[in-house]
C-alpha cells in the first residue's frame, strides 16, 4: 500500500489564533460547549481524519484576560465524544508530573473501552512553577528529574495495561467463571519513584492500551519519545528544522531498538485558507490586528524566563537571554522562538504578530491548493508522516481544511477516502501492543 498521510485535528476553542475569539462569528463559549467539540470532531470523522487531540494543562493557561482559558478535563470530555463518534481517533494530554500511574492508566484504559478502541494519550511532563503549587510544591522539579518520572510511569502503566490477559474473562455461566484468576496478575512494581502492586482494576482494552503520543523536543523529550511514542506532535517552524527534527527522531528510535515506521513524526500546522491568497491574507491580517499585546508580552517573557519589562515591543529580543541550560520550564519551545526571532531580525512585536498565529509551529496563509503542495512537499520530502491540523479559526478554518485541502490530497491518493480499521492504531498503521505479563517478552524471561 502506498504512503499515506495522517491527520490530527487539534481542537483549541475558536481556533488556533489567540484573538479568533475576538471575530464577530466567534463563539467566546466555545471552550466549554459539549456542542461545538460535537460538530468539530463529526466534521473530521467525516473528512477521515485519524483523530482529535485535546492539549491541557493543570493550570490557567496564560492571562484569562487575553483568550478563553478555562479548559474542560480532557479525559472526561473525550468520554463524551466517543458517544456522538464512532471512527475517529480521541487524544487526552495527560501529565506524568501530577498524576498516579495508577488512576490515570485506569482512566484511558475506561476511555478506550467506552470507544471501542480509538483512546490516545498525549504525555507530557508539564513545566512551571505555577502547576508545582497547585500540588503543594514550591517550585517545579528539575528538567531531567521530570522526565526521570514519566519514564518510570510509562513502565507502571503499560504493565498495569498489560496485568489482565487478552482472554482473562471468559465470562463463564455455567462455570461460574467470569475471569481467569490467573490471567489477572499483580505487577509489584518497586521503583524510584512509585510503588504499586497492581493489577489494574479495568480488563485489557480494545488496543491493549492507548496510542502514545508525546510532544517535547527537548534532548530528553526526544530520548523519551525513542522509547515510547508511537505519534510526536512537534512545533517546526520551517521545512528545514522539520527535516532535521525528523531525521534526528528516527534516527533515535532506531538506536532504541524500535522501527522507524513505528513512531509518527506530527508537526503542526496553522492554515487560514482563503478563495485566494489575497483573501486569506486578509483574514490573517485582520487576526493580527485584535492581538491586545500587553497580554501577548507577559506570556513571551514568561516563556523566556525574563521580566516584561526587559522587552520593547519596536526592538528585537535582549542580546543576553538565559540560555536554555538556565531555565526549567519549556526548553525546547524557548529555545525554537528565540532562533526563529534571531534568525528573521523579528521585533518584539512582529514575533507576538507570529506566536499568536501558531505559538511557534508551521503557519500558513494561501489558498486550499497551496495548502496541499506545501503538506505533501513536507511529506515527500523526509519532513513529515501526517500533521496536526490547527486551524487558526474554527469552525471555519476545519471547515474549509476539509472541504477543500483534503479533496485535493484524495485525488492524489496522499490521504485515505474511508477508514480501514476501527481503533486509532489501525488508523495510524502501528501493531497492537503484546502483553509483555502473559506471553509475551517479560513471561519468556
Known amino acids: 500500500m502506498t504512503r499515506q498521510l495522517h491527520f490530527n485535528l487539534f481542537l483549541h476553542d475558536t481556533g488556533h489564533h489567540e484573538a479568533s475569539w475576538r471575530l464577530p462569528d466567534a463563539d467566546p463559549y466555545a471552550n466549554l460547549s459539549l456542542a461545538a467539540h460535537q460538530h468539530l470532531a463529526r466534521v473530521a470523522e467525516a473528512a ?20 478563553p482559558s478555562g479548559k474542560l478535563e480532557p479525559t472526561v470530555l ?18 506524568t508530573s501530577y498524576n498516579e ?38 517550585d517545579q522539579p528539575l528538567h531531567r528529574t521530570r522526565y526521570e518520572r514519566a519514564d518510570e510511569f510509562l513502565e507502571v502503566a503499560t504493565k498495569l495495561w498489560d496485568s489482565w490477559a487478552d482472554d482473562a474473562v471468559v465470562a463463564d455461566k455455567a462455570a461460574g467463571v467470569h475471569a481467569r484468576r490467573d490471567g489477572v496478575v499483580p505487577i509489584e512494581h518497586r521503583g524510584v519513584h512509585f510503588r ?60 532504541a531498538g524500535r522501527r522507524p515506521e513505528h513512531v509518527l513524526v506530527l508537526p503542526g500546522i496553522v492554515p487560514v485558507i482563503g478563495e485566494t491568497e489575497a483573501q486569506a491574507q486578509e483574514l490573517d491580517a485582520e487576526l493580527d490586528r485584535l492581538i491586545a499585546p500587553q497580554y501577548a508580552l507577559g506570556q513571551l517573557a514568561r516563556t523566556l524566563g525574563v521580566s516584561p519589562d526587559l522587552l520593547s515591543l519596536d526592538e528585537p529580543l535582549p542580546a ?49 491548493l497551496q495548502v496541499a503542495d506545501t503538506i505533501q512537499h513536507y511529506f515527500e520530502n523526509g519532513a513529515a508522516d501526517g500533521f496536526n491540523i490547527m486551524p487558526a479559526v474554527l469552525p471555519s ?15 492524489r491518493g496522499l490521504f485515505r477516502h474511508d477508514y480501514d480499521g476501527v481503533t486509532l492504531r489501525e488508523h495510524y498503521g502501528l501493531p497492537r501492543p503484546e502483553n509483555r505479563l502473559h506471553g509475551g517478552l517479560l513471561a519468556a524471561v
Not at 526549567?328 to 507576538?352: N, P, Y
Open 397 to 411: 478554518g476545519l471547515d474549509a481544511f476539509a472541504s477543500q485541502v483534503v479533496p485535493i490530497l484524495q485525488e
Open 196 to 255: 504499586v502492586d497492581g493489577p489494574l482494576n479495568v480488563p485489557r482494552s480494545p488496543q491493549a492500551y492507548p496510542l502514545l503520543v508525546q510532544a517535547g523536543s527537548s534532548e530528553d523529550g526526544k530520548e523519551f519519545a525513542a522509547r515510547w511514542a508511537e505519534a510526536i506532535f512537534t512545533a517546526q517552524p520551517t521545512l528545514e528544522e522539520s527535516q532535521a527534527f525528523y531525521a534526528d527522531v528516527k534516527r533515535r528510535v532506531v538506536a
Open 78 to 95: 473525550l468520554a463524551a465524544l466517543a458517544g456522538s463518534t464512532s471512527r475517529i481517533g480521541l487524544i487526552a494530554t495527560a501529565s
Open 320 to 368: 543576553d537571554l538565559p540560555g536554555e541550560d538556565e531555565i526549567e520550564g519549556a526548553k525546547s519551545r524557548r529555545t525554537l522562538i528565540v532562533d526563529w526571532a534571531r534568525r528573521d531580525g523579528l521585533t518584539v512585536r512582529e514575533l507576538i504578530g507570529r506566536l499568536g498565529g501558531g505559538r511557534g509551529h508551521r503557519t500558513f496563509t494561501g489558498t486550499a
Open 101 to 138: 500511574p495508577y488512576n490515570l492508566a485506569r482512566r484511558f484504559a475506561s476511555l478506550d473501552h467506552l470507544s471501542g478502541g480509538r483512546a490516545g494519550w498525549n504525555i507530557v511532563t508539564t513545566a512551571g512553577d505555577a502547576a508545582a503549587r497547585n500540588f503543594g510544591l514550591d
Open 48 to 67: 477521515k481524519f485519524d483523530s482529535v487531540f485535546l492539549a491541557d494543562s493543570p493550570v490557567t493557561w496564560g492571562d484569562p484576560g487575553r483568550r
